[in-house]
């Protein structure tokens, strides 16, 4: 007699959400069944499921801790393989504001693996699990359910290669982990529920990126070069060195002020962020890739736990839930965060109740999102409510940023809550908010004037230029080839208007002289 809740638990997506979910569910299921639409066995690089795995990832240093102890030994499993690991806060080269934090030892680890190589490890250790097995090259088409709708008992899955109603895996639990684009909302309102409600910030962000072999070394120790798009230069970058050699560099822009995907217009995005060392490594080295894009309009946060009504045996968890603006960084460490949660309530022996678990992991929600949604607001450009905690919270942000260019004790401080380690207030500690005033009183009036003139005015005066070339503003390069569109979030929509609202912003910078604080 085995101590399981469930005979089979179906997972829907086999992303970084759905790996974890199995990796719990393993553990309280008698079966588990992964089912996607691509093949995964074996797939070491980029696939059509997961466009966004071609642009940098980073897992946060919670993130980290979590896969560590759902998979003991990963982390050296990566050092085997000769994946890049360092101290998140010491060994990568961060600019925030245009200044460059003074690195710390904080014993946060980060792994400079790309998305697909991250997964594919994860994937693996899911894959020896011996109750875990993946249906792959099938597509979810529909949950089944009993004659009321008050229970989930299946799903229906069509193989790729197959015309017809599919057929259904009958299931005790099933989990929605497919991504941004879950259906669940939908299949909701068909059995008769409502949808959840749907809070957006909309942030018209585009990736671009490109992979190179360097003929010099920009990063001498450091693992990766960040220029972070702030409200100074909202032109961002994570250049990490790969495992292979190579190395990734993926420019972001936001407001529809998109980084192109034609060669000239992409090395002119580069030559203005705030780390003139990546431009002076990426000119003359050897690309490997021609530039690809995807686009991300807005951050969306589905209020599940605030439905009165939900079926029975269905689960949602990952970029289905609440999909973030990725600059941040946080949307695998949220799954992982949420696959803890959901074995929690495995763990209390009978099968997970559907508005607990939402409830549950709301609260774990809530720092993420608060921080990303939050430190958006920080751009002018970007439409929502700015209650005061919003705006104390970004002039505080943008003084800590100015004396973290100082004082390392600051920049552990910080990583350690934006790694999602600590909470929020630790920021607000009166020994830190001491350090913090005092290390950038005078940093913020220089950042006002060196780097708002210098940084900021130098994007606005470059997006001009290629607006001129152009004519369609930073967006104009977008979708250029057809690598690039089969890259592009089928969600986004913000085109030649998102290009209009970067043009709007650019001016709104300029006549502010690029700060906000
Ligand atoms: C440009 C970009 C950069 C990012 N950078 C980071 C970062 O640095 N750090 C970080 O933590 N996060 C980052 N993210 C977010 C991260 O990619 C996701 O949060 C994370 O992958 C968790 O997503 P998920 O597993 O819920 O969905 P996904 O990773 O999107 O996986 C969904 C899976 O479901 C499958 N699927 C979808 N629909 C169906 C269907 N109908 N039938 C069968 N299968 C289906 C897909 O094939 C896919 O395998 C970034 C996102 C973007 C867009």
Redesign the pocket.
Known sequence: MSDHIGNRAVV???????LLAARVLSEAYTDVLV????T?TGVTGP????P??R??????AR?QQILEELFPGLGDEFAAAGVPAGDLAGDLRWYFNGRRLRPARSGLMSVSAT?PVLEARVRARVAALPNVAFLER????SLSSTADGGRITGVR?AAEDETGPGRVLEADLVVD???????TPVWLEELGYDRPGEERVKVGLA?TTRHYRLSSDPYGDDLSINPVASPANPRGA?FPRLHDGSSQL?LTGILGDHPPTDPDGFLDFVRSLSAPEIYEAVRDAEPLDDPVT?R?PASVRRRYERLRRFPEGLLV????VC??N?VY???????ALEAMVLREHLRLGVPPRPQRFFRDISPVIDVPWEISAGGDLAFPGVEGPRSLKTRLGNVYMSRLHAAAARDGDVTEAFFRVAGLVDPPQRLFRPGLVLRVLRNSRDRTAEDRTAVGRTTADRAVADRAAVSRTTGTGGAGGVGGTAETVGAV?AGSASGTGGARDGARTADRMASSGGTTG
């Open positions: 829907l997506g086999g992303g970084m959400a759905g089912v996607d639409r691509d995964l696939r059509r499921g997961v966004q795995g642009h940098a990832h980073a897992l946060l993130g998305r099938h597509a979810v088409l899955v982990a497919t991504g941004r684009g879950s259906r990736y994570f993926s995807f991300f968890m990952g970029d289905g999909s973030f990725p960084g946080q949307g695998m460490t949220v799954a979030d």
